[in-house]
């Protein structure tokens, strides 16, 4: 089963030429993402299942094999989780961005 | 998927390294990142080193101001510092920081905090605002309240630090060392005591409008020497030292102002930064992006390399000296030397300045360059000011 997940409110956000940074508004730790997590972060509506998201953007747009990307995004979003900046269900979400 | 997040902590190098990248690649590719707006120059402390005229009228309003925002943010500004005069005075600011979280800036406030209550607080923190700088002047409450001419501030002020720092958010209490003196020791020792950072600044600017008045409040050569001695007022000054190669230096340029940064006065006139009051366009008659890409003003400081510099170019603490062009633009000349920065570069380093000790190069040619000479003073651009406010600016 697929998780879904959003981003946090609690963050500032801007894409710098594909390259995303966020600032986490709690503790002002500071990300970047590279080109795939950025694709991976910015359709974090809540309510497109993980699944479909690495299926329709991670493999369509950087041909990566569909089992492998999974569990490679879902490590990602448990860890952006973990730092508050994205958050995650195994229900759709209300994304407060 | 291996390395698709880099993570940095605040107050680590690996921050400053990251920050300072992100400034690079936005600077090479046009990119403001980072703006400075202030939303009035109206403020209720009257301190005696002020830069600004708080007289001076014709802000813009709300839907001005979240026009603006709306530009910043198409424009890829990440990081947007909200101050004044005084934000509080404005009655609309919380619609304001509440749009700009919704735009997903990282919002800090720059404030005196005498009017950040509870409610206020709570407010801040439920919006989403990371940092709030808090200026406090001494340890002692009479020498503050003396500096901002409000009796009673101090304690408000501490009262607020308290506040925001109780609902997480990152506070910064920001010290200007004028004439008068702190103790470096105490102030320190009240930041670890609210658990909050500080930082200093030894530098009292002119006015915006280029008066030079405030400069006298600077601190005596004695007082700046004993300021430099203390390794704890400086922190992460090592990286100030990094050394650079001698290309990389020539061909670099001392700071982010119009690179990759700017300020946005109250009335909406775009200048490089808050210190270098150069106005390089109007909001009420061109967009951010026209103003920001094309005027000839922010053109011309683009294309000033350090090998330009009429002064500073050949002198030997170039690279640690952390030079202001705005700085010198307020003392005659963009490309040239500054005597605040060669006095505060000499105390630092112990090193000859061209400027400090003693004059050995005159720093002239003055308002040589061909945009320069167009410029408008800013006080022409300002609405008439109230009363006897108006305070005579240099002609500069």
């Known amino acids: 089963m697929s998780i879904y997940i959003a ?91 | 998927m291996a390395d698709v997040v880099s993570i940095a902590t605040a107050g680590t190098g690996a921050r400053t390294s990251l920050l300072d990248r992100i400034g690079a690649k936005a600077e090479a590719r046009g990119i403001p990142i980072s703006v400075h707006l202030d939303l009035t120059w109206a403020c209720n402390e009257g301190c005696v080193h002020c830069y600004l005229d708080h007289s001076v009228g014709g802000d813009m309003n709300t839907t001005e101001i979240k026009g603006v925002l709306d530009q910043l943010a198409a424009a890829g500004v990440m990081f947007l510092t909200l101050s004044g005069g005084e934000i509080m005075l404005r009655k609309d600011i919380f619609e304001i920081v509440a749009y700009a979280r919704s735009l997903l800036f990282d919002v800090r406030l720059k404030t005196n905090g005498i009017l950040i209550g509870e409610g206020e607080a709570d407010r801040f923190a439920e919006l989403g605002v990371r940092e709030v700088n808090i200026s406090i002047y001494s340890h002692l409450p009479e020498v503050h309240d003396a500096i901002t001419r409000v009796p009673g501030s101090f304690l408000r002020s501490i009262e607020a630090v308290k506040r925001l720092k109780s609902r997480g958010l990152a506070v910064e209490i920001r010290v200007c060392v004028i004439k008068g003196g702190v103790s470096y020791a105490r102030l320190r020792a009240l930041a670890e005591e609210l658990g909050v950072r500080i930082q200093y600044d030894a530098t009292v600017a002119p006015m915006i409008d280029g008066d030079r008045t405030p400069v006298s409040l600077n601190i005596s050569p004695e007082e700046r020497a004993e300021f430099y001695a203390d390794p704890a007022v400086l922190p992460g000054l090592e990286d100030a030292c990094a050394p650079a190669s001698a290309d990389e230096l020539m061909n670099g340029h001392s700071c982010g102002a119009g690179h990759n940064g700017c300020y946005i006065s109250p009335q909406g006139d775009v200048m490089p930064c808050v210190q270098f009051p150069l106005v390089c366009g109007s909001l ?61 570069t000499y105390f630092r380093t112990k090193v000859p300045t061209p400027l400090y000790p003693a004059p050995e190069i005159d720093p002239a040619p003055r308002r040589q360059t061909p945009v320069s000479s167009q410029f408008v003073p800013l006080t022409a651009l300002l609405p008439a000011q109230r009363d006897g406010a108006h305070r005579e600016s240099a002609a500069y």
């Open chain 1, 7 to 97: 981003r946090s409110p609690a963050v500032s956000a801007r894409s710098l030429d594909g390259e995303m940074i966020i600032m986490s508004t709690k503790d002002s730790k500071l990300f970047t993402l590279n080109e795939v997590a950025t694709e991976i972060w910015q359709a974090a509506d809540g309510r497109t299942p993980l699944s479909r998201i690495v299926q329709d953007v991670v493999c369509a747009k950087f041909e990566a094999e569909p089992e492998a990307a999974y569990a490679d995004a879902e490590d990602l979003c448990r860890r952006l989780a973990e730092h508050g900046i994205l958050v995650i269900s195994d229900q759709p979400l209300e994304s407060a961005r």
């Open chain 2, 284 to 344: 009420r008659q061109s967009s951010f992006l026209e103003i920001w890409k094309f005027s000839p003003q922010f053109t011309e400081i683009r294309g000033i390399r350090n090998r330009d510099l009429h002064v500073c170019g050949s002198c030997s603490s170039l690279s640690s000296c952390g030079r202001c062009p705005g700085l010198a633009f307020q003392e005659g000349n963009m490309r040239g030397a500054s005597r605040q920065d060669c006095e505060n």
